[in-house]
């Protein structure tokens, strides 16, 4: 090896005149220092673009680690509580509950999804009740309570859609009662959106908001979810009549413009890293504030890669989530939530 750093001589050198090929525009003069790198940065990462997902379970101060899912736990409702503490001391605006319904509860029709004593409406009263100043988010789909772990109702084979739509309306307003600032329907059962909203304003909750999972793809990375509320076992068959093909974009603008029409107040795409051109379609078109969903496959990954030592944990984490703001998202789900407001707090 060498040990100078003199260039590679060839007779290359005598006629080589970069200066003139790029006429003196340099893109490396705005790299050269990290104060400029600063100056000119076109996207940041903010503790306020974050919205933390947590899986809850029955019992008391009980926590269980999701095994596919390095440092994240089930939580129950008084950890839960501990839980929306942390994420206000950290600045995170939003909370999303997934309950891991314990399975004598699950039925054919997931009857407990409408038990106002249900593990979410527990956590959203309970969490309301030390009054803290968060967003609660809920998740609007039958999959967590139902046997056959399908987002709807099934007649035979059949995913069967406005009977499953009625359901949904009758859990949206048992979470609003129970608290719920933001409903997040992520079923994808057609007309859905609207019949929401409708039946929250019914019941005078003009004022929860609606997230829309609107381009939810029928998507691989969902595994590690599935294992976190208990439903990767049951699941029967696939959710590829109701969750979107991963080949289509033209039909992710269809969905979000129903979505929007319906009522939606945001929409969101997910999964997140493999969806950015959606993500970057979607802002584009509708400029309405628009999500990421960066979900348990995408984490998981990121933290198998690191524990291997092939990949290093905060920065890919960083950069992962920092692409989401480039692609023109106003926030992000994020399982990494309570780690990176962490270090954007220690960075100040
Ligand atoms: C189901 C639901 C899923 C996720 C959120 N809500 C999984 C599915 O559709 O099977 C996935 C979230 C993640 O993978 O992090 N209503």
């Given at each position: 090896m060498?040990?100078t750093n003199k260039?590679f001589?060839?007779?290359?050198?005598e006629?080589?005149d970069?200066?003139?090929?790029?006429?003196?525009?340099?893109?490396?003069?705005?790299r050269?220092?990290?104060?400029s790198r600063?100056?000119?940065?076109?996207n940041?990462?903010?503790?306020?673009?974050?919205?933390w997902p947590?899986?809850l379970?029955e019992?008391?101060?009980?926590?269980?680690q999701?095994s596919s899912m390095?440092?994240v736990?089930?939580?129950?409702?008084d950890?839960?509580?501990?839980?929306a503490?942390?994420?206000?001391e950290?600045?995170?605006?939003v909370?999303?509950?997934?309950?891991n319904?314990p399975?004598?509860?699950r039925?054919?029709?997931?009857?407990?999804?409408?038990?106002?004593?249900?593990l979410?409406?527990k956590?959203?009263r309970a969490i309301?009740?030390a009054n803290?100043p968060?967003?609660?988010m809920?998740?609007?789909?039958?999959?967590?309570?139902?046997?056959?772990g399908?987002?709807?109702l099934?007649?035979?084979?059949e995913?069967?859609?406005?009977?499953?739509?009625?359901?949904?309306?009758?859990?949206?307003?048992?979470?609003?009662e129970?608290?719920?600032d933001i409903?997040a329907?992520?079923?994808?059962?057609?007309?859905?959106?609207?019949a929401?909203?409708?039946?929250?304003?019914?019941?005078g909750f003009?004022?929860?908001?609606?997230m829309?999972y609107?381009?939810?793809y029928a998507s691989a990375f969902?595994?590690p979810?599935r294992d976190a509320?208990?439903t990767?076992?049951?699941l029967i068959?696939d959710?590829?009549t109701?969750?979107?093909?991963?080949?289509n974009?033209n039909e992710?603008?269809a969905e979000?413009e129903?979505?929007l029409q319906?009522?939606?107040d945001m929409i969101m795409?997910?999964?997140g890293?493999?969806?950015?051109d959606?993500?970057?379609r979607l802002?584009?078109?509708?400029q309405a504030?628009t999500f990421?969903y960066?979900?348990?496959?995408?984490?998981?990954m990121i933290?198998?890669?690191?524990?291997n030592?092939?990949?290093d944990h905060?920065?890919?984490?960083l950069?992962?989530l920092l692409a989401?703001?480039?692609?023109?998202?106003?926030?992000?789900?994020?399982?990494?939530a309570p780690?990176v407001?962490?270090l954007l707090q220690?960075?100040?």
């Amino acid at each position: 090896m060498s040990t100078t750093n003199k260039p590679f001589q060839s007779s290359i050198d005598e006629t080589l005149d970069v200066n003139a090929i790029l006429q003196g525009k340099r893109m490396r003069r705005n790299r050269r220092f990290d104060w400029s790198r600063r100056l000119i940065k076109e996207n940041t990462l903010s503790t306020n673009d974050l919205i933390w997902p947590i899986f809850l379970i029955e019992g008391d101060n009980c926590r269980e680690q999701v095994s596919s899912m390095p440092g994240v736990e089930r939580l129950s409702v008084d950890l839960a509580v501990e839980a929306a503490r942390k994420a206000v001391e950290l600045g995170i605006p939003v909370l999303a509950l997934f309950p891991n319904t314990p399975s004598e509860l699950r039925s054919e029709n997931g009857a407990e999804a409408l038990n106002p004593q249900n593990l979410t409406c527990k956590a959203l009263r309970a969490i309301k009740q030390a009054n803290l100043p968060i967003g609660l988010m809920t998740d609007v789909a039958l999959d967590p309570y139902t046997t056959h772990g399908h987002d709807g109702l099934m007649a035979g084979e059949e995913i069967i859609n406005d009977a499953t739509v009625a359901q949904l309306c009758r859990q949206a307003i048992i979470q609003a009662e129970a608290g719920a600032d933001i409903i997040a329907p992520s079923d994808m059962m057609d007309g859905r959106i609207g019949a929401i909203r409708q039946a929250l304003d019914a019941a005078g909750f003009e004022n929860i908001q609606i997230m829309a999972y609107s381009a939810k793809y029928a998507s691989a990375f969902y595994g590690p979810f599935r294992d976190a509320v208990g439903t990767s076992g049951t699941l029967i068959g696939d959710k590829r009549t109701y969750q979107m093909d991963p080949a289509n974009t033209n039909e992710a603008l269809a969905e979000a413009e129903l979505d929007l029409q319906e009522g939606a107040d945001m929409i969101m795409v997910k999964p997140g890293l493999p969806y950015l051109d959606i993500i970057q379609r979607l802002k584009q078109q509708f400029q309405a504030p628009t999500f990421a969903y960066q979900v348990s496959g995408e984490y998981a990954m990121i933290c198998a890669a690191s524990q291997n030592g092939w990949l290093d944990h905060d920065k890919a984490m960083l950069e992962s989530l920092l692409a989401f703001k480039r692609a023109g998202a106003d926030g992000i789900l994020t399982y990494f939530a309570p780690a990176v407001a962490k270090l954007l707090q220690n960075n100040k």
